[in-house]
């Protein structure tokens, strides 16, 4: 809230300005760092302050002096937004040296390792002072886990050599939750991740078997709706006689998918088998399966509608747009039809009102 504070102006508060300000600012800048120092310190120094001797030319992330002078003289002329602004940089700049130096990579010269250790609890340690006027509660518990009073920000040692050697580090609990979301244990983190894998994978099959179930979306979609049809151009590879029926043609069916749809088709009494083999057709994919005189097929030829009306479908016809343009007209057409039979089933309701009035 203080960032949003200017000199001068009115504070405008927003909720959702300020989740996502906690979220970057605290959970993913300072809650990271603090997270990182102390995971490393306890992974590879048995959670205690390294006994190491940092070289003159190491690089730091900040100038502690400068941002301490720079806070003294914003909070001396009242614009708090300018010091929240000023320690906010400070931790992003702790973040990229952070991302530079790589020291989880460091895994072959631990001499390296111990050193840039060392400097993130440091920083830690400093971060934490800057933070202070505004997160007092939080830096308080950066301070525990460091296992560290703090002290005087002018007394500050600008070498980042503020920490005693051998002092135990506390890993604890992490300091801030991501607001907006809801608060859950490791654990069920954890068993959180593993379903949501396992859902993904699960729809990852489906998909690559052809996607016969319906989606969500999809389910709240109206009948007539015709976004709903998953119509592909497929060509007929394979075709032989339904042996229990005299009206289904047996077929395969490529569409692309890398495995072949087998379809049944009452075509028989309108397509030979040569006017089958090897033609272009419509096939509808995301209808359920199901049997025909116990022959499983997987969808619906749309050459299936010239038994109905006589339409014949040739190759100038095989766009899938061209396609959806007829079923939108049908469509239209019966959506208009049905407006009339209502328009005039109402008329003698009309009539009687207007008799009685009258």
């Known amino acids: 809230m203080a960032r949003c504070a200017e000199y001068g102006s009115d504070l405008k508060f927003s909720e959702n300005n300020l989740m996502a300000m ?4 605290l959970v993913q800048n300072l809650g990271n760092l603090v997270n990182r120092a102390v995971s490393l310190c306890s992974k590879y120094n048995d959670a205690k302050v390294p006994d190491v001797k940092v070289p003159k030319e190491m690089e730091y992330p900040f100038d502690i002096k400068e941002y301490v002078q720079k806070m003294d003289a914003a909070f001396k002329n009242l614009r708090n937004c300018e010091a929240a602004n000023a320690v906010a940089h400070a931790c992003s700049l702790g973040n990229k040296w952070l ?3 790589e020291p989880w990579k460091m895994k072959d010269d631990v001499a390296k390792r111990d050193i840039a250790v060392r400097q993130m609890l ?7 002072h800057l933070f202070s006027p505004f997160i007092p509660r939080a830096c308080a ?3 525990k886990k460091l296992n560290t009073e703090p002290v005087a920000m002018v007394t500050l040692k600008n070498d980042y050599t503020n920490l005693k050697v051998g002092t ?16 859950e244990d490791a654990e069920a983190r954890k068993k959180k991740a593993e379903a949501d894998k396992a859902a993904k994978k699960a729809k990852q099959a489906q998909s690559a078997k052809g996607g016969n179930k319906p989606k969500t979306a999809e389910i709240d979609r109206p009948l007539d709706d015709v976004a709903r049809l998953n119509l592909r151009v497929g060509k007929i590879v394979e075709v032989w006689e339904h042996p229990d029926s005299e009206k289904l043609w047996c077929e395969k069916i490529d569409v692309g998918e890398g495995e072949l749809r087998q379809i049944a088709s009452g075509l028989r009494k309108v397509k030979t088998k040569e006017d089958m083999l090897n033609a272009m057709c419509v096939v509808c994919v995301n209808l359920k399966t199901r049997k025909l005189a116990g022959f499983e097929s997987q969808g619906t030829n749309l050459q299936n509608l010239q ?4 339409l014949q479908i040739s190759k100038s016809y095989l766009s899938v747009t061209k396609c959806l343009l007829f079923v939108s007209c049908f469509t239209m057409f019966f959506n208009f039809f049905e407006y009339v039979c209502k328009v005039w089933l109402c008329v003698p309701r009309t009539v009687m009102r207007v008799s009685s009035i009258s």
């Open 168 to 183: 135990p580090i506390e890993v604890g609990d992490v300091l801030f939750d991501i607001l907006g979301a809801p608060s």
């Open 307 to 310: 038994t109905y009306s006589k």
């Open 99 to 101: 991302a530079v130096l």
């Open 122 to 128: 440091e920083v830690v340690y400093v971060l934490a």
């Open 22 to 25: 906690h979220n970057a600012d």
């Open 141 to 143: 518990a950066i301070f």
